[in-house]
């Protein structure tokens, strides 16, 4: 799965971007007909059984994963710049034209596939400012930061800290909730500091300074 981490190393400012959900995806994955007794279930008295791949088993992720890692790879030999985390996908490019080029090619591909592509929940508009795993893409800016509702659930916690109090370990538990605050390297650094630390002595400072959210990461 191409987590946050790689999807910076993936991206470039100027870019353009969609983004595509698939629809039921798991269902698209059928299970060995001899391997569905391990995935029944019971209802009122009647027994079921999965002829698909589900969700609850803690190898669907993977199972699909590899499965659309093949498309995946596929494309990406027709040098379409994709990102792929279960069935969310986002495909950039430079060039605005050149993207609605590489979208056609991978959405005929899914559906000559038997893929359903979700359109209430994809972007199929080539656009640079896009939200992609908790993420804002503003690639006009060479920008990406977290959602406001990820920034909200760290204010969140820093109202807590009346009730209970934490350690920098545990800050960065929550970072690592908001994927987009995790990444470390020269350009970008999370401010936590490896010392006990309440969540109000650290939060209380940045509360109205959003550029602890924002990050230039994006490759020129």
Known sequence: MDTISKVLNL?????????????????????FKNHRKYLRFSVQGQVYQFKALCFGPTSSPRVFTKVVSVVAAHLRKQNIR??????????V????????IDREIMLNLLVRLGFLINHEKSSLIPNQTITYLGAVFKFDQGLVLPTQDRIQSLFFISTKSNEWHGNSQTLHGSIGENGILSRVDSECQVIYEACPITFTSKLDPIKNE???????VLQT
């Open 11 to 31: 991206v470039k400012q100027g870019d353009w971007a969609i983004s595509l959900d698939l629809k039921d995806a798991y269902f698209h994955i059928k299970v």
């Open 82 to 91: 994709l990102a792929v985390y279960l069935d969310d996908w986002m495909c």
């Open 93 to 100: 490019n430079q060039f605005q034209q050149k993207l609605v």
């Open 210 to 216: 959003f550029r602890f959210f924002k990050f230039n």
